[in-house]
């Protein structure tokens, strides 16, 4: 039963048009992955799901309830912003109270703390926070209402890779402890790839295509794509020009249109170019995003 | 309801934890001891004439000529100030830090953050001004050593409800602003522009009207054609014509008394839209200043309070509007 449904979603600011009829289900305790490059719309998307903005036209249902019924539907989302910010001068545990009150709810607010790996340094003050900890902090933040639905908006913007794992890690444990609606979007596919049971991919201010990985990559007709990546690409890229294979080239990475394995792997071999990485496009996701979104 | 005290106490509580906003109201209380103290001086001296036994026309000063410079001269000034100082980044900054997406995505209606942020500010205002006048009270019984009556004490009392209100415009203009501009410092100086533009009203309203409003030149006479006239009159001639002299003579002085009297009514009612003016109308007539001034008797409480009453009203009346425009800005942008 999907949590979600947008129909035909439009939203300007002034005459910048950003969503174009957006058409979007997002199911019950699923984590969905909404890909798109930047200033697709993900984040407007998001605000006016929120009732932050006010969009133009169609429908948005959150729970069956459409989303301008007031204070409710706030209630059962949980939101993380892609610049995340606090009140620097209060440390989390007043922060999370604070915004508790305004969500009148009554949450352990230590227990959340925990849940994010902040327990000991619950008394600092955010302003001394690192980006990975505020990151962490605004998870928590999106849990005290304690929500149906939570959506972070780029929430792996900004931290390294062990940050990253970290933080991909406390959304699994979230979803599984407390059998939630996850909804997260990223501009990079390979960061939310592995967490996501299902994508949406916005450009142009529509949702372009929706499903699982697998779903998405049919697609694209992907029985005729390659995604390689070689040692010595420019002699590679010569290589495929010579022998008449449309190709698109991303530093060490190439996609190629077409799906002959045989002949690729044969052709790099006799002229000595070393293949770090063979993976036909049908379980490719990044393929279909940059497909779609070209 | 719930929501915005939840934003007002956070609001409180900020201000009084920076060190910014506790200098500025130790600066308050530094100016208003120091005009209280102005005031005692002042005070003194009247008590001095009033003891002296060969100055018979001298009346006994009451307690509240004490106040006399904080609530003439310079609350006009820093009460305006205090209101716009603790304003004027209320919006812009949770803009600024980004926690203005996180408020809105929490069960809060935008009303509610502006109430908030309002009702925080004037409490704070209210608060401090109670301080300021009870200290300074102090000071002036201490110093005096004597109390003021149950009818003075009602006037201080309703000059705090005044200023508050007072205060509280300002509050609403540096909301405002600070819903209008990006910039902090915009909307500082904004605030700042139009407290000192409500502060010289009268005076730019004067040349307005003075410009507006044309005076004809007086016709006066020359005393040779006055003798002139005389011996003309004497031999019974040009009777007329001299009639017709004075005749226009009094239509110019006519035509003048109605130009001064336009220019008044202009300069009254552009000084209308100052809440300053409001301001030192009401604490006026609340002093009883402008019955000594007119009467020379001193008015009853209650006499003050029925003049002081519409000038309150019409304050109340500005602030409001200052929170409806503060309401329709935010209630319009996107975020």
């Not at chain 2, 009639?243 to 109605?258: G, I, M, V």
């Not at chain 2, 007539?285 to 003050?304: C, H, K, L, Q």
């Amino acid at each position: 039963m999907p949590v979600m449904e947008l129909e035909n979603v439009y939203k300007s600011y002034g005459e910048h048009q950003v969503l174009k009829g957006v058409n979007l289900e997002v199911e019950n305790g699923e984590i969905f992955g909404l890909l798109g490059p930047n200033g697709a719309g993900k984040t407007t998307l998001f605000q006016t799901v929120l009732g932050m903005l006010r969009h133009d036209k169609g429908s948005i249902k959150i729970n069956n309830n459409p989303n301008n019924i007031g204070k409710e539907i706030k209630k059962e989302v949980g939101y993380l912003s892609a610049d995340v910010s606090f009140y620097e001068d209060m440390d989390s545990v007043e922060n999370l109270r604070f915004f508790a009150e305004l969500a009148e709810t009554n949450p352990d607010i230590d227990q959340l703390l925990k849940l994010v790996g902040l327990e000991d340094d619950k008394h600092r003050n955010v302003g001394e926070y690192s980006t990975g900890m505020k990151k962490r902090l605004g998870v928590a933040q999106a849990l005290v209402k304690d929500p149906k639905i939570a959506i972070f908006d780029e929430p792996t913007t900004g931290l390294d890779p062990e940050g990253k794992n970290k933080f991909r890690h406390h959304i699994e444990k979230i979803n599984e402890e407390k059998d939630m609606t996850i909804i997260i979007s990223s501009h990079i596919t390979a960061e939310i790839s592995s967490l996501c049971d299902r994508f949406g991919i916005l450009a142009e201010g529509v949702i372009k295509a929706s499903g699982t990985k697998k779903e998405l990559s049919k697609m694209i007709d992907s029985s005729n794509r390659t995604s390689i990546i070689v040692d010595r690409p420019e002699k590679s890229q010569k290589i495929f020009e010579e022998a008449n294979i449309d190709h698109s080239r991303e530093g060490r990475k190439f996609l190629l249109e077409t799906g002959d394995e045989q002949k690729i792997l044969k052709t790099l071999y006799e002229k000595s170019v070393k293949i770090k990485s063979f993976e036909s496009e049908e379980a490719s996701l990044e393929a279909a995003y940059l497909n779609l979104t070209r | 309801m719930g929501d915005m005290w939840d934003i007002a106490t956070k609001q409180l509580r900020d201000s009084f934890s920076k060190k910014t906003f506790l200098g500025v109201i130790g600066l308050f209380m530094v100016l208003t001891l120091g005009s209280v103290y102005l005031g005692i001086a002042e005070y003194e001296s009247q008590m001095q004439s009033y003891l002296d036994p060969s100055n018979s026309f001298s009346e006994e000063p009451s307690f509240l000529e004490v106040y006399s410079p904080l609530v003439q001269i310079s609350l006009p000034l820093i009460a305006g100030f205090l209101g716009i100082i603790i304003s004027y980044n209320s919006i812009s900054k949770e803009r600024r830090d980004g926690t203005m997406e996180m408020l809105l995505s929490y069960p809060v209606y935008r009303d509610e953050i502006i109430n908030g942020k309002i009702v925080g500010n004037i409490f704070i205002v209210a608060l401090s001004l109670l301080i300021a006048f009870t200290v300074s009270s102090g000071l002036a019984i201490y110093m005096l050593e004597t109390l003021p009556n149950i009818e003075e004490i009602s006037r201080i009392s309703f000059i705090w409800i005044g200023t508050t209100v007072y205060i509280a415009f300002f509050v609403g203009l540096g909301t405002f602003l600070s819903t209008l501009f990006k910039s902090q410092w915009r909307s500082l100086v904004g605030g700042v522009l139009i407290l000192m533009f409500f502060l010289s009203t009268p005076f730019i309203a004067g040349m307005a009207a003075n410009f507006i409003y044309e005076m004809p030149e007086p016709e006066f006479s020359s005393p040779s054609a006055s003798a002139e006239r005389t011996a003309v009159t004497e031999h019974g001639e040009h009777e007329i014509m001299v009639e017709r002299e004075r005749a226009q003579e009094q239509d110019t002085e006519q035509r003048r008394e109605e130009i001064r009297s336009k220019r008044e009514e202009f300069v009254q009612t552009a000084s209308r839209l100052s809440p300053t003016n409001t301001y030192s109308q009401y604490t006026e007539n609340m002093m009883g200043v402008s019955y000594r001034v007119t009467d020379g008797a001193d008015p009853t409480f209650a006499e003050s309070l029925n003049d002081s009453i519409d000038a309150l009203i019409y304050l109340v009346s500005q602030a409001a509007m200052m929170f409806a425009a503060t309401y329709a800005v935010f209630l319009r942008q996107d975020l």
